[in-house]
Nanobody, 126 residues
Framework: HVQLVESGGGSVQAGMTLNLSCAAP??????????MGWFRQAPGEEREAVAAITTGHGSRYYVDSVKGRFSISQDNAKPTLYLQMNALRPEDTAMYYC??????????????????WGQGTQVTVS
């Protein structure tokens, strides 16, 4: 089945940049068109949306808290999802999860709409 594997997390100082990757080698064989996204969850908090991208026209979506600092992109051929996080802040500290699903309607920020999830990669900013 579809497997998502995140990498690139770590501990960095505030203001630094960190790049996350999510490998999904068999996703292209499962869906003709799909969405991929990043979510995060801090201790004691609900999982929240960060960014998402669609394969169709490459539409990108961000929550206000990361807009202008984070950049989502993907390699549709592999496929692989990326998240470049600039100007990191302590409040960005969380477990970051990669997600994937078919292109569909609804609010992309809703965690329950996504079918496939990775194990997560920890990002700590101090």
């Amino acid at each position: 089945h579809v497997q998502l594997v995140e990498s690139g997390g770590g501990s960095v100082q505030a203001g630094m940049t960190l790049n996350l990757s999510c490998a999904a080698p068999d996703l292209i064989h499962t869906y003709a068109q799909y969405c991929m996204g990043w979510f995060r969850q801090a201790p004691g908090e609900e999982r929240e949306a960060v960014a998402a991208i669609t394969t169709g026209h490459g539409s990108r979506y961000y929550v206000d808290s990361v807009k202008g600092r984070f950049s989502i992109s993907q390699d549709n051929a592999k496929p692989t999802l990326y998240l470049q996080m600039n100007a990191l802040r302590p409040e960005d500290t969380a477990m970051y999860y990669c997600a994937a699903d078919l292109v569909t309607g609804g609010d992309w920020r809703s965690v329950g709409l996504w079918s496939y999830w990775g194990q997560g990669t920890q990002v700590t900013v101090s």
